[in-house]
């Protein structure tokens, strides 16, 4: 690269906007307090964009390349030539001249630049993506584009495929949260002729604080393109096109592998990890970046929908299952054939657990549901695999990894596992379907769930506006139902305990041991039981009604215990204890305890005793069924008739 090609582009140059409303790109930015600034939020957000951003006429997967490389000489001085260092670094100046924290954090960066004569551009370049289309400036018409959501807006996303990663808008803020200069620029071949065809399109963003410089208040955007289209001073400047962008793209490093193929090349300038006081070197961060986009995509990479390298100026890494093992248990939860009961380290056993959609706030849909379900694999763990052991892997059609959650209060026995929960457009990969209208329902839901972070399935903004009451509830019973479902796979041999969701709720007639009548076939207690364990706390919670079977008899005790229990009877001697009682309205009653049994003699003429409580902690959480017991006298009303 020499001089003369900088000298080409006398008219690119950076703007930045005062304060005077001027439409989009000027807002504030309220991402700096949103994003954590760890390499896996980097890499999920990176790529999730680039995997949304899917060209939908190829059938080729979404490919993306981060290059790292580290300026330094003649190549740097280039560098800064082309991208107009000089003025970018007085608006920094002017800015870190007003007390403000963030500005003087990027003084200091380049500072350190010029001091050190070395500067590390990592750049994200992605294909068979739709690319950067849309005019350069905003229309009510045309709403928000690609371009701008990407490149001028703060706080705005236009996803509109249904399994798209995210709502918010928020992922291009970890580019220039990751930018020591926070700068960030991009080389883009469009998928289609828009606004122009004369691909490679250019331009570059950076973000300060507010700050005044020669007299005028800047609001901190500033944006690098083609001044000749500014109608003032303090309008953002355009894209560059063609060969114009070609020959600054390669004074800037941002050439782009395949000019032919769709997508576009983000660099971040001055790429750092803000989390870490000392840098990884080059080869070290592209081995980190590969491993987290294998950990987090590998559902969209062992579908082949995305391929993952990373490169340094010596060595390439390719994103594969393969180089990181710790992902391969769950690979296996979808790969193998499903199995009754989980004897063996490596079977699977899969499930579906059904979820009721809440109604749409805005009316209702005739085309969409209120059922769908979420697919569940669980397999036992071999012993050598130890990370992410008890975890369930929660995954929808954007092909990403939600979250990690770890249950291992679950495990029970030394009955490890690892386990995925599909949901969505994800479902039907449990056994090969492609996706119904109801996956399609749930998606959509599943997606409003996650937070802005896109690490959760919670109640949100999102949930509580597109949806009417009882999201919180759908969610909670889905996790709920999931517990309860990997607890019954991994439970001890010896148990089962209960089989999926389904709460153990029964109408029996109760036992009368004790009784002053003479047997005569007859039960004379009648009532109904319900215990469910919650699995937060590890405690089972209960309720029984009793009442006499007939109306000449009142209660006269009743007695609750909580055996464990085994092929379905009872353990000998194997209580849970029980720790609390609810207050019976109504009803005085005295308690005796012996430790497994909890008797209450009733002391008024009860027709009716509702019981309550909660048992201690039972980290075993194995089957467990509530006794109900009683006793029964005549009543003095029979008598006196």
Excluded at 21 to 30: I, K, M, N, S, V
Excluded at 90 to 109: G, L, P, S, W
Aim: hydrophobic share 30%.
């Amino acid at each position: 690269m020499s001089g003369s090609n900088t000298s080409q582009h006398e008219d690119i140059d950076w703007v930045f906007p005062d304060l005077r409303p001027r439409g989009a790109g000027q807002g504030g930015d309220l991402t700096q307090f949103t994003m954590d600034g760890e390499l896996e939020t980097f890499v999920r957000e990176v790529l999730q964009n680039a995997n949304d951003a899917a060209y939908p006429d190829t059938e080729e997967p979404v490919e993306v390349d981060f290059r790292i490389e580290e300026l330094s000489g003649d190549d740097l001085s280039e560098f800064k030539s082309a991208l107009r260092w000089e003025e970018w670094k007085e608006q920094v100046d002017a800015a870190a001249e007003e007390d403000n924290q963030i500005a003087k954090r990027i003084h200091r960066f380049a500072e350190g630049v010029e001091e050190d004569g070395s500067l590390r551009l990592l750049t994200v370049e992605d294909r068979n993506t739709q690319g950067l289309t849309g005019p350069d400036k905003d229309s009510p018409e045309r709403g928000s584009t690609n371009f701008s959501a990407l490149v001028r807006d703060s706080l705005e996303s236009n996803k509109e495929e249904e399994a798209a990663g995210g709502k918010f808008g928020l992922g291009k803020a970890v580019l220039r949260i990751f930018s020591g200069t926070s700068t960030v620029l991009f080389n883009s071949e469009l998928s289609e002729n828009d606004p122009r065809p004369d691909s490679p399109r250019v331009i570059g963003r950076t973000k300060l604080p507010q700050h005044w410089r020669d007299e005028t208040r800047h609001n901190g955007q500033g944006f690098f393109g083609d001044t000749r289209v500014c109608e003032d001073e303090h309008e953002p400047p355009g894209s560059l096109w063609g060969d114009e962008a070609a020959t600054l793209a390669e004074s800037l490093h941002l050439s782009r592998t395949d000019e032919d193929t769709p997508g576009t090349s983000i660099m971040v300038v001055g790429f750092r990890d803000p989390s870490l006081e000392e840098q990884r070197g080059l080869d070290e961060l592209a081995q980190e970046i590969r491993d987290e986009a294998v950990k987090w995509f590998w559902p969209a990479i062992w579908r082949d929908d995305l391929r993952v390298r990373t490169h340094t100026p010596s060595t390439t890494y390719e994103g594969t299952i393969g180089e990181v093992p710790a992902v391969e248990p769950f690979v296996e939860c979808l790969e193998s054939e499903s199995v009754e009961e989980l004897e063996e380290s490596g079977d699977v056993a899969k499930e579906f657990i059904d979820v009721s959609i809440p109604d749409r706030e805005n009316g209702d849909d005739p085309e969409m549901t209120d059922e769908g379900s979420v697919g569940l694999a669980v397999r036992l763990t071999m012993d050598d695999e130890r990370q992410f052991t008890n975890h369930v892997a929660m995954i929808r059609g954007a092909g990403m990894v939600v979250r990690y959650w770890d249950r291992n209060k679950l495990v029970h026995g030394n009955r490890n596992f690892h386990s995925v929960a599909l949901g969505g457009e994800a479902r039907g990969w449990l056994e090969g379907d492609e996706p119904t209208s109801a996956d399609t329902d749930v998606e959509n839901f599943l997606k409003d769930a996650e937070p802005p972070a896109h690490d959760d399935w919670e109640q949100t903004d999102a949930t509580r506006d597109d949806y009417k009451l009882g999201t919180k509830s759908t969610i909670d019973g889905l996790k709920s139902d999931i517990e309860e479902i990997v607890s019954q796979f991994v439970g001890p041999n010896f148990d089962r305990g209960m089989r999926g969701p389904q709460r153990l709720a029964n109408r029996f007639p109760l036992t009368n041991q004790g009784t002053a009548e003479e047997p005569d076939g007859m039960n004379k207690l009648e009532g109904d039981v319900e215990i469910r364990r919650d699995n937060e706390t590890q405690k089972w919670e209960f309720t029984t009604k009793v009442s006499p079977a007939e109306d000449q008899y009142e209660l006269g005790e009743v007695a609750v215990s909580l055996p464990r229990m085994a092929e379905e009877r009872q353990m000998q001697d194997d209580f849970v204890g029980i720790e609390t009682f609810d207050e019976v309205p109504g009803c005085p009653m005295s308690r005796r305890e012996n430790g497994k049994v909890v008797a209450f003699i009733v002391d008024g003429d009860a027709d009716e005793v509702v019981i309550s409580g909660r048992s201690e902690e039972d980290p075993l959480g194995v089957k467990t069924r509530l006794n109900v017991d009683g006793t029964v006298r005549r009543s003095e009303v029979s008598d006196d008739e």
